[in-house]
């Protein structure tokens, strides 16, 4: 029942009564600032002092003296009398047995009763009285027994609605009641009182409503439990309901609580750790602006490790703000202020305006009950680190029961050493133990009742008195009101750092139980049962009964008991380990001193004694009586499937050090082997490709060997649960793993340590003693053999995940079907947990080593899942132990692992996703994180440390976007060590065209703060990378002067100053806040460079991955790096310049055309470059506009920019030259034209006179009209005649004799026509460029034959083999004059003009020009016969083109032959006179015959335009860029087997392609798509035919509205058709009687409608006679690149452009330098090493044109031809060629006339390719380019 209660001070005995320790501003021992008289918000009860103090508000509270506060949930109702000198007693909203277990008729409730208090009664005291100490005493009713607002609760029990109203109806009657009989009460009172009890009135009459978080609402005071007993009898149901409804207000206030902190939806919906380790806003570092951003700051700042977390303040302005406020001012008279309680309730009055401030720990508890489990473990975790106190028993929020958190605790590891004395020495321990695991001794404190000594302050003292591991009522804000620590039990450990001056030895648990003891039983019951040391704290055991008998049944006890009393003075010690400790009248330090000495007392008396009992985490979770967070079942699920694999790892007891070779065999001796043969690949010597292969082989033999190995059962466990838990389960099941493996290891991991440090000692001795005795080398050797068992014995999660990426690339290598391991999978299960944030393995630091096959699987998976995201990649480098993981760990909230023991091995990636709210901000979606091996590892520290450091920093800083460079300290030495392979790694990633961003990292600094000196650093720190670069520049052959020069660097921004992270000593320091405020601005620093970055994608990223690592496994990492990301959009550029080349090529074809078909008709006689340059600037305009967005909206714009500039200049050239193409083609037709005129002029002539005879001879033969056969006789008989008196003055063109000409220019040039004779006899000339040996052509005497050469000549004579590298320069002789002279020759107007000999006359001299030249800079001389080779061979190759193109001209200017062409058309014309058809009707007939030639010339040059289009756009050969017509070409090769063909591609690539794309075209049109050439011939007969029509229509209704004649129709005919046809001049003079032009029209149209059925069905290979061919279109659109010969293999660069500078030359597939006849110097033996091989390998090459031999590695030494090739390696992969030698090696050997033996000997496994292997080779590595 409630009501209110008068209340007496004794005067007397009134002191100053200090408030609970949750109050602001309370000293230890010293009176409460607000101990004057006021209201307790805890209890409701209101004391009296000598004086108010000026700060008094209406919740003038004794609070608990334990941490900073004392209430719970209350509803204060009304102020309790007090008996003088007695302490209120108090209650917490979680006790279940506080009230229940006093009343006999309320036991405690049973399971699955409703968690709900009653609401509870205060009991009257009166002067002189006792506490009471049963409800039973109780006279007062409860207002609840009366009135219907109760019973109409009891009957709408189940409706909310109800509930809420019976809620209000209670406290408005209640506060009613209590306010009336307040009154009453205080009306009697003095002054003073009368204050308290206005105060009071107005605390009663405050909101009615539901109460909010933060108003002080009392329904647990221990008064008000006390009168629990009046509601027993009739008014049984009343209690009950009291006990609803004080429970719904319970639960409302919590609610209300997390409604104010935003977290209400969270009870539910849990907050986890995905939500938290993201790219979000920066968080305010000092405060916040509104309560909902409370609980997200304080996650952020406690992943920060920022200690001050616990303190957020709200800026003061803000509108939502409660926190504290500052003193306000109120104008007031004299009389007013007379009136005391007129202006404190105007004080009273703004308070009820004014929510309470938030307890900190409201808003960690809070938090903690809405997180998920991991995130609960994350935040302990985060507490531990900081050395806060961590939750231990925690009170369910809803169901009040009582949970202990034991998962939270699983990854919480403490370190300490343990000092102890043996032999007058001291020997210090090391302990790193889980803390679950640890047994230590537990003592623990407990509050009984209210008090004025602060609990958590003295326990602070005990542990770190810089510290508050507990927070207590001097914290800052630290407020009256808390709602969700009552009935908690915290945690903490002190740990010893070894020292002498360590409070106690070892470590020691400390726990403290929050709130009154006395109300929370259960809680308390446990502590003293599991504690050894309990300790109470109470007013004193004189005057509380309650408890005194409590602490009497713990005296009687066995366990150590301490009681401090407060207010008794004395020192009492027993016998059996009792102590009580007077309080009185001592300062907090005697205190400490004393309760420490106690305690260390304590423990000391049972040291080595087996009673002494130990206190370990994990045994909690055997009590019944709490409820255990492990117990879900999610949780129970993943913990089975763990232990399932921990049970293997301990089966039989295995060494920990021997646990990976057992279970992981794959990843221990075989990976590590494979990787160092690996590597060798790329240091080999001698026979290379023997070597090689036989490497290959073992590595095979490897994998194999893995394969056979991996169906262990832990895998299968492993990989099944990953498979088949859902999500929940899985991360459990990865967590139980990691903290089983972890404890696993944790023991003997500490054995170990202690054996090395004790025999470190043993050297240590030794070396002192300078012993050289074979006794320290034993030790030596015995410390090296504990070192490596250190390193076998670290083992974890990552191993597994190790295990399983080689288990994957064995099966992948080997293509090996497993029936226990399904390891196709292993890539997605790993993918879906790198998605969900674990780190996964990138560089295996123990075998230092990229697993590049399963990296890749693995990120491919990512990529499905994900859709190719954007990522930043952020990667961090730094000197070993230099707190990089810590940083990363502190920035994202990240869990790489940060032992100094452990330090992470290698490098790891992992993803962190950008929130929604920042991806506004920045160009990508995730932030990818790279963590790194340090750099100087001790482990690694021999010969190889340094080639391994800068291994590792060009790695990473490769693949940063931004590198983070962490130095630690500021000693100069290791400044230098990290600075040296730091700008080493930049200046490689300037010379391989990446551009990664830097931000230095200062960690440790002493004085983060002082400006000056950070200035001063700042400027050593820049001159130190000046230097550095200096020295780098030398070492990678760079120019640069300083380090800008390398990177873009601005010392200003781009260096951060870090404090050091520890305040204080170790174990015990928490973290420095300003680590963290340094961190939070360097993460800003990150965001803002980030925010200017697109990022890469992540398919690039594994690309690039690739690329670093394959350059890295070369010594020459500059040279050897290729660009696979770069190189594959170059090659995607190149396509898109294919696609507007073509586009300008083929609108220049139609112009061309167009122009071809006016000149012809006569309509143009000149053709101006202006004019062509306007006709195609639509299109040129249109291609430019394509380009500039390409270049600008490509999202690989950033890497196009390097060629823009270039490539627009291309394409304006490629514009510019087929402008001039045109013009000179056309002028040529116009030149050729002009050339004919008088013969055009005759064949008018001609016309006119065949028209005539025509007629007459028809005239003569009307009568047989009806006989063909005889009108076809006599028309012959006298068409000779016509012809012979016709051309009776005109010359006939004559024919030419090439072969005539050929022996009168040798025979002029010396040569004896015997040697003539031979020559063209034997044939050779003809393949003279494709022979594989010029070796007969050398000439062995004479005086210019040198001693030296001759020796080398006939050394190998025998075998019939010249120098390779001459034989390719007497080829490149034979290319270079073949091309020159036939450029020259094709020059000539021979189409035009008619031939000369001359113009053969002038290609030979610049031949014998050629030769002589050559040979005057060689040192031997040629026989004539190759000179006379050499010349038949271009006259061979100019012969065709002659030939063709004197048959052009002699048709075009040889009037008996255009004569003989007009035989069919007159005969024709003669028929029709025969028939006397009229002059309508032959006009017609002849307009046809002529319109026939004509438009079947213009179909077929229109449909091979368009063929030629059709191949360019869709077959796969002719679309793509110059690498995949190479592909294409090869593919046919190898198809086909043709020796020759090969030869030919070899030795002249171009002449080869030329041949494959006329071979396609020709299976295109003929074979594969006739009928699509078919219907493209269809559609343009269609075409002409419209045409026609059109131009017969225009021209009838011209004449007919203009009554214009036959010539005027016949021009206006003529015109329209201008640019569609060529049309020959015709006369009209002998058809001037037509009239009827519809008539004609009609008839032509009759007459072309036969012509045009009959081209329907034309034959496709009339497109061979056309003027434009298909394949000669596409033979110019794509032979138009670069055809430079590699100068090792002759492999020929694939770069689309012909002249392609500054950008090298590249051929993708390099072959042996067999295939062009290559071998070794001074022997017949074929070299078979790939190019790409060498340049990898130790071994050099002789240059014949310096006569210097030149390492591989450094091949662009040799000169110009070398220095302009980019050979990179590739392990020769090519398997195409490797097929083509082990399949023609007979043939080569003939050709080349060298052999495949010794050094030249083929690997057996080159004959295991298949041709179809060799054709899959082929696609892999360009899809390996075009795919990137």
Excluded at 13 to 40: M, N, Q, R
Aim: net charge negative; charged share 30%; with cysteine.
């Amino acid at each position: 029942m409630i009501s209110p209660v008068k209340k007496t001070v004794d005067a007397e005995k009134s002191k100053d009564i200090t408030t609970a320790e949750g109050h602001p501003g309370t000293s230890f021992l010293e009176p409460s600032p607000s101990s004057g008289k006021g209201s307790d918000s805890s209890t409701g009860q209101t004391v009296e002092s000598k004086e108010v103090p000026s700060d008094s508000s209406s919740n003038m509270v004794k609070e608990e003296a334990d941490t900073e506060t004392n209430t719970s949930p209350t509803l204060q109702i009304a102020p309790t009398e007090t008996k003088e000198g007695h302490k209120p007693q108090e209650n917490t909203a979680e006790t279940e047995s506080g009230s229940r277990n006093k009343d006999p008729d309320h036991p405690e409730k049973s399971d699955g009763e409703p968690d709900f208090k009653p609401l509870p009664a205060s009991g009257t005291n009166k002067k002189g009285d006792e506490p009471q100490e049963s409800t039973a005493e109780t006279e007062q009713r409860d207002p609840l027994d009366e009135g219907s607002d109760v019973h109409r609760l009891q009957t709408d029990d189940s409706t909310t609605v109800a509930e809420e109203e019976s809620v209000k109806s209670l406290e408005q009657s209640t506060y009613k009641k209590q306010g009336d009989e307040l009154k009453e009460s205080t009306a009697k009172k003095e002054q003073k009182n009368d204050l308290v009890k206005k105060h009071t009135d107005v605390v009663l009459s405050k909101n009615e409503d539901t109460p909010t978080a933060g108003e002080n609402i009392n329904l647990n005071s221990k008064e008000n439990v006390t009168s629990e007993g009046n509601m027993s009898g009739n008014n049984e149901n009343s209690g009950k309901i009291s006990e609803e409804i004080c429970g719904k207000l319970c639960q409302r206030e919590t609610e209300a609580l997390l409604d104010r902190l935003h977290l209400k939806e969270k009870l539910q919906d849990k907050l986890s750790p995905t939500e938290l380790l993201q790219i979000q806003p920066t968080v305010k570092q000092h405060h916040v602006t509104s309560e909902k951003d409370v609980a997200h700051t304080f996650l952020h700042r406690l992943m920060m490790l920022d200690y001050r977390v616990r303190y957020i303040p709200l800026r003061p302005d803000s509108a939502d703000v409660t926190g504290p406020k500052p003193v306000q001012m109120t104008d007031i008279t004299d009389n007013e202020f007379n009136n005391l309680v007129a202006l404190l309730n105007t004080g009273v009055e703004r308070e009820q305006k004014e929510q309470t401030p938030i307890h900190p720990l409201d808003i960690q508890m809070a938090v903690f009950h809405c997180s998920d489990s991991f995130l609960k473990q994350m935040m302990i975790t985060k507490l531990s680190q900081c050395q806060y106190a961590l939750p231990f028993l925690v009170p369910d929020p809803v169901t009040k029961e009582i949970e202990f958190p034991l998962w939270t605790f699983r990854q919480i590891t403490k370190s300490w050493k343990v000092m102890q004395t043996k032999d007058d020495s001291n020997i210090v321990t090391m302990k790193n133990i889980p803390i679950y695991k640890a047994e230590t001794s537990l003592v623990s404190f407990f509050r009984l009742g209210s008090l004025s000594v602060s609990k958590s302050q003295l326990m602070n003292t005990l542990i770190n008195d810089r510290h508050n591991a507990f927070f207590n009522r001097n914290c800052p804000g630290s407020t009256k009101s808390r709602h969700l620590m009552d009935g908690v039990a915290e945690i903490a450990w002190y740990c010893p750092a070894g020292k002498p001056n360590d409070t106690f030895n070892d470590c020691i648990a400390f726990c403290n139980l929050h709130g009154d003891a006395l109300l929370t039983k259960k809680q308390r019951d446990i502590l003293i049962e599991k504690s050894f040391i309990n300790i109470f704290l109470v007013t004193s055991l004189q005057k509380n009964t309650e408890s005194r008998s409590l602490i009497s049944s713990l005296f009687a006890s066995q366990k150590p008991l301490i009681c401090l009393t407060v207010d008794d003075s004395c020192d009492i010690k027993t016998k059996n380990g009792k102590y009580i400790l007077g309080l009185k009248d001592r300062n907090q330090p005697d205190v400490s001193e004393q309760l420490k000495k106690i305690i260390r007392e304590v423990l000391s008396s049972l040291d080595g004694s087996s009673l002494k009992p130990s206190f370990q985490l994990e045994t909690m979770a055997e009590l019944s009586e709490i409820k255990v967070d492990e117990t879900d079942p999610a949780c129970q699920r993943g913990k089975s499937a763990a232990m399932k694999i921990t049970d293997l790892l301990k089966k039989d007891n295995m060494d920990v050090s021997k646990i990976k070779d057992e279970f992981f065999p794959c990843q221990g001796k075989l990976w590590h082997q494979w990787s160092k043969i690996h590597k060798e690949l790329f240091h080999l010597r001698g026979d290379i490709e023997m070597e090689k292969s036989q490497k290959q082989q073992e590595l095979m033999n490897i994998r194999q060997e893995q394969c056979a190995a991996s169906c262990s059962k832990l895998m299968q466990l492993f990989t099944g649960s990953l498979s088949l838990l859902p999500p929940t389960d899985r991360e459990y099941f990865l967590k139980w793993i990691q903290i089983l493996t972890d404890a696993l290891s944790t023991d003997d991991l500490s054995l170990i340590l202690k054996s090395y440090d004790e025999k470190w000692s043993e050297v240590l001795a030794l070396k002192n003693k300078h012993d050289k005795s074979d006794l320290l080398l034993r030790k030596q050797a015995e410390l090296d053999d504990i070192s490596k068992k250190l390193q076998s014995a670290s083992f974890g999660l990552e191993h597994i995940f190790r295990e399983m990426g080689q288990i994957y690339e064995a099966h992948e290598t080997t293509q090996r079907l497993s029936r226990h391991t399904d390891w196709s999978k292993y890539p997605e299960l790993a993918a879906q947990l790198m998605i969900s944030g674990h780190p996964m393995e990138l560089m295996d630091g123990d075998a230092g080593h990229v697993p590049l096959t399963w990296i890749s699987s693995l990120l491919e998976e990512v990529i499905k899942k994900l859709g190719d995201p954007r990522v930043f990649v952020l990667s961090v480098l730094g000197l070993q132990s230099s707190g990089k993981s810590t940083m990363l760990n502190t920035m994202f909230g990240l869990q790489f692992a940060v032992s100094a023991g452990r330090c992470t091995k290698g490098a790891f990636m992992q993803l962190l996703k950008v929130s929604e709210e920042m991806k506004k901000d920045l160009k990508f979606d995730y932030v990818l994180v790279v963590d790194t091996e340090g750099l100087r590892a001790l482990e690694l520290e021999g010969n190889n440390t340094l080639h391994h450091d800068n291994e590792l920093a060009t790695f990473v800083v490769g693949l940063g976007n931004l590198t983070l460079i962490n130095i630690f300290g500021e000693n100069p030495s290791d400044m230098q060590d990290i600075l040296q392979i730091v700008v080493q790694a930049f200046m490689r990633m300037k010379e391989v065209k990446l551009s990664p961003s830097c931000v230095f990292v200062h960690q440790n600094v002493t004085d983060v703060a002082a400006a000056e000196r950070n200035m001063d650093g700042k400027r050593r720190l820049q001159e130190k990378l000046d230097q550095m670069a200096k020295l780098a520049a030398k070492e990678e052959v760079c120019n640069a002067e300083c380090f800008s020069d390398v990177i873009e660097f601005d010392v200003q921004k781009d260096v951060k100053y870090c404090a050091q992270l520890w305040e204080g000593s170790p174990p015990m320091a928490p973290p420095n806040p300003g680590y963290s405020e340094s961190i939070q601005e360097v993460k800003n620093t990150i965001l803002s460079k980030a925010s200017k970055s697109a990022g890469i994608t992540l398919s690039q990223f594994k690309i690039k991955i690739h690329d670093l690592w394959t350059a890295l496994l070369n010594e020459s990492f500059v040279f050897s790096f290729k660009n696979t990301l770069e190189i594959a959009v170059y090659r995607k550029l190149e396509v898109q310049y294919g696609n507007w080349t073509w586009t300008l090529r083929s609108n220049m074809l139609t112009i061309e055309n167009q122009l071809h078909n006016r000149i012809e008709n006569g309509q143009l006689e000149m053709v101006q470059l202006s004019y062509l340059i306007e006709e195609t600037s639509q299109t040129y305009r249109e291609i430019t506009e394509a380009m500039t967005k390409y270049f600008e909206d490509d999202k690989e714009k950033e890497m196009l920019t390097q060629w823009r500039g270039r490539f627009e200049i291309k394409i304006k050239e490629f514009h510019d030259e087929q402008v001039k193409r045109v013009k000179r083609k056309l002028d040529e037709v116009i030149q050729q034209k002009k050339a004919c005129r008088k013969l055009d002029d005759k064949k008018s002539e001609f016309e006119n006179k065949l028209l005539q005879k025509s007629k007459e001879l028809a005239q003569q033969l009307k009568d047989k009209a009806k006989d063909e056969d005889e009108l076809q006789r006599q028309f012959s008989s006298v068409w000779s005649g016509w012809v012979t008196d016709l051309t009776a003055d005109i010359k006939p063109v004559e024919d030419i004799n090439l072969k005539e000409d050929q022996l009168t220019i040798l025979q002029e040039l010396g040569f004896e026509p015997a040697l003539i004779d031979e020559c063209k006899t034997s044939g050779r000339y003809m393949k003279l460029s494709e022979l594989g040996d010029y070796s007969d052509y050398i000439m062995t005497t004479g005086q210019k034959y040198l001693r030296q050469v001759v020796d080398a000549y006939q050394k190998y004579k025998s075998s019939g083999v010249f120098a390779y590298e001459e034989q390719q320069q007497i080829r490149s002789l034979i290319d270079k004059a073949e091309k020159e002279s036939l450029d020259a020759i094709q020059s000539k107007p021979v189409a035009t003009r008619g031939y000369t000999s001359t113009y053969l006359i002038q290609g030979a001299n610049h031949v014998t020009e050629e030769v002589q030249k050559f040979l005057s800079e060689r040192k031997y001389t040629l026989k004539k016969e190759f000179t006379v080779d050499l010349l038949l061979y271009v006259f061979y190759r100019a012969e065709s083109w002659l030939l063709e193109s004197h048959k052009k001209f002699k048709v075009i200017n040889d009037a008996i032959i255009y004569l003989d062409g007009k035989k069919t058309q007159y005969y024709r014309v003669f028929r029709s006179f025969c028939k006397e058809n009229s002059s309508a009707v032959v006009f017609g007939e002849l307009i046809c015959e002529k319109l026939k030639a004509s438009s079947i010339e213009a179909v077929c040059n229109k449909t091979a335009i368009d063929l030629a289009g059709k191949m360019r756009c869709n077959f796969s050969a002719f679309n793509g860029n110059r690498l995949e017509l190479d592909k294409h070409v090869l593919k046919s090769l190898a198809e086909k087997e043709d020796f020759n063909e090969f030869i030919t591609y070899i030795t002249n690539p171009r002449r080869q392609t030329e041949a494959f794309i006329e071979a396609e075209v020709k299976k295109y049109i003929f074979t594969s798509h006739t009928d699509e050439a078919v219907s493209m011939l269809q559609k343009n007969v269609d075409d002409i035919k419209t045409s026609v029509c059109k131009a017969l229509f225009t021209a009838t209704q011209k004449v007919q509205t203009q009554e214009g004649d036959t010539d005027m129709w016949l021009k206006e005919f003529s015109i329209v058709l201008k640019d569609e046809l060529t049309f020959d001049a015709m006369c009209s003079e002998n058809f001037n009687d037509i009239n009827d032009f519809e008539f004609l029209k009609e008839e032509i149209k009759k007459g072309f409608s036969s012509i045009t059925e009959e081209m329907s069905s034309l034959s496709l290979d009339k497109l061979k006679e056309s003027r434009l061919k298909p394949d000669k279109i596409l033979t110019d659109q794509l032979c138009k690149c670069c055809w430079v010969k590699c100068p090792f293999c002759a492999a020929v660069c694939t770069n689309t452009i012909e002249d392609h500078s500054p950008d090298d030359h590249s051929a993708l597939f390099h072959q042996p330098r067999a295939v062009a006849g290559g071998t070794w110097k001074d022997t017949n033996d074929f070299s078979i090493n790939f190019c790409t091989t060498n340049v990898a390998s130790e071994i050099s090459f002789y240059n014949y044109e310096s006569a210097k031999s030149f390492p591989y590695k450094k091949y662009r030494d040799a000169g110009p031809r070398y220095k302009t090739w980019r050979i990179t390696p590739d392990e020769s992969k090519l398997a195409y060629w490797k097929w083509f030698v082990f399949k023609f090696q007979k043939q080569l050997e003939e050709h080349y006339k060298a052999k495949f033996h010794r050094k030249g000997e083929i690997p057996s496994d080159w004959g295991k390719v298949s041709k179809s292997d060799a054709i899959k080779s082929l696609n892999e590595m360009s899809q390996a380019i075009t795919k990137a």
